[in-house]
């Protein structure tokens, strides 16, 4: 069992910045991020291998977000830079017991709780 806990998110304005932080208690082979807006499906942001460090970014946000993972604390954060109205999201990191990076919802087992970020232009 893995429990996974959001901080973060919050409101800014286009083009400005925030950070994502989840914290998991457990083993964990792969955390990720998705997002959602009402009425949409949730989609794949973002992920990182937690030993390998390796990263994959949707093409939405790629040269826009980053990953960091500290393996020993069990954390990662997720840096969204230079944001978008169309980011405007609740943000669910999630975890994977699969030694390789997924973007399909299924293959994340653990899921965090959710966590608003809204970018006004």
């Known amino acids: 069992q893995v429990q996974l806990i959001e901080s973060g998110g919050g409101q800014v304005q286009a083009g400005g910045s925030l950070g994502l932080s989840c914290a998991a208690s457990g083993s964990v082979d792969v955390m990720g991020w998705f997002r959602q807006v009402p009425g949409k499906e949730r989609v794949f942001v973002a992920a990182v291998t937690w030993r390998g460090g390796s990263t994959l970014f949707a093409d939405s946000v790629k040269g826009r977000f980053t990953i960091s993972r500290d393996y020993a604390l069990g954390t990662a954060h997720l840096q969204m830079n230079r944001l978008k109205p169309e980011d405007t999201a609740i943000y669910y990191c999630?975890?994977?017991?699969?030694?390789?990076?997924?973007?399909?919802?299924?293959?994340?087992?653990?899921w965090g709780q959710g966590t608003q970020v809204t970018v006004s232009s």
């Open positions: 999630a975890v994977s017991k699969t030694p390789a990076i997924m973007t399909s919802i299924g293959a994340y087992e653990y």
